[in-house]
């Protein structure tokens, strides 16, 4: 019997917990795993890696920000990780197997964005179940391994960050929720202080916002 395509709505509502390992109290994926449910979700899905004077990362003060497209369902999604150490702090002058896992840590993070095990980056521990899926939009660019990527797109994508990061704040709960939601979203939050410090306090000032609402409500 053939098997049935899955759709981004099963994809969010899929438990990946037995492939999650713990590192410095944070979650991964295995890239492996990810991919190959990615594929069987959609065979036609690719990834692209964005390069940047000929480099699969952008510099950012001598740190490397990768940046990485995954399509699925004929949908591009574009996310952007920084390549850190085994501490989760940017590496300066990284090598090509920092960047290649970096690499492949912003890969499973986009297809997150398609909702392949979504819920890790939102501190949750349990997948959706038949709850109403929430989609993360990313920009639609056109994006192959040897296109550089100019500071208008860089722009766009970091707003867009941003955005998702206020936008799916209202989910949150309780203060708890919240800080998980933070963390989870962390090594982002970094880059994004970094390389966007004004967009950056924006997502800080909403989060400041709502933690003083829930403590109000105490």
Same mark, same amino acid.
């Given at each position: 019997?053939?098997?049935?395509?899955?759709?981004?709505?099963?994809?969010?509502?899929?438990?990946? !917990?037995?492939?999650?390992?713990?590192?410095?109290?944070?979650?991964?994926?295995?890239?492996?795993?990810?991919?190959?449910?990615?594929?069987?979700?959609?065979?036609?899905?690719?990834?692209?890696?964005?390069?940047?004077?000929?480099?699969?990362?952008?510099?950012?003060?001598?740190?490397?920000?990768?940046?990485?497209?995954?399509?699925?369902?004929?949908?591009?999604?574009?996310?952007?990780?920084?390549?850190?150490?085994?501490? !989760?702090?940017?590496?300066?002058?990284?090598? $090509?197997?920092?960047?290649?896992?970096?690499?492949?840590?912003?890969?499973?993070?986009?297809?997150? @964005?398609?909702? @392949?095990?979504?819920?890790?980056?939102?501190?949750?521990?349990?997948?959706?179940?038949? $709850?109403?899926?929430?989609?993360?939009?990313?920009?639609?660019?056109?994006?192959? $391994?040897?296109?550089?990527?100019?500071?208008?797109?860089?722009?766009?994508?970091?707003?867009?960050?941003?955005?998702?990061?206020?936008?799916?704040?209202?989910?949150?709960?309780?203060?708890?929720?919240?800080?998980?939601?933070?963390?989870?979203?962390?090594?982002? @939050?970094?880059?994004?202080?970094?390389?966007?410090?004004?967009?950056?306090?924006?997502?800080?000032?909403?989060?400041?916002?709502?933690?003083?609402?829930?403590?109000?409500?105490?």
């Amino acid at each position: 019997m053939n098997q049935v395509p899955m759709n981004q709505v099963d994809l969010l509502k899929l438990n990946v !917990n037995e492939h999650v390992e713990k590192k410095q109290n944070l979650s991964y994926l295995s890239w492996a795993w990810a991919w190959a449910e990615a594929l069987k979700a959609d065979p036609a899905a690719t990834f692209d890696v964005q390069t940047f004077d000929g480099k699969p990362y952008m510099e950012v003060n001598g740190t490397g920000m990768v940046w990485v497209t995954v399509t699925m369902f004929g949908k591009p999604m574009t996310c952007f990780l920084p390549v850190m150490d085994h501490r !989760n702090k940017p590496i300066t002058n990284p090598d $090509a197997f920092q960047v290649n896992t970096a690499l492949m840590r912003c890969m499973t993070k986009g297809l997150a @964005l398609h909702g @392949l095990g979504l819920y890790i980056y939102a501190g949750e521990d349990l997948p959706e179940g038949d $709850a109403e899926p929430v989609i993360v939009k990313a920009v639609t660019q056109k994006a192959t $391994a040897d296109v550089e990527v100019n500071t208008g797109n860089a722009d766009a994508n970091a707003e867009l960050f941003a955005e998702g990061m206020i936008t799916y704040t209202n989910h949150c709960e309780d203060a708890m929720s919240l800080n998980r939601y933070w963390k989870a979203n962390q090594t982002q @939050l970094d880059g994004l202080k970094v390389s966007h410090p004004a967009l950056y306090e924006q997502v800080r000032n909403r989060f400041a916002e709502l933690k003083k609402q829930f403590s109000e409500k105490q």
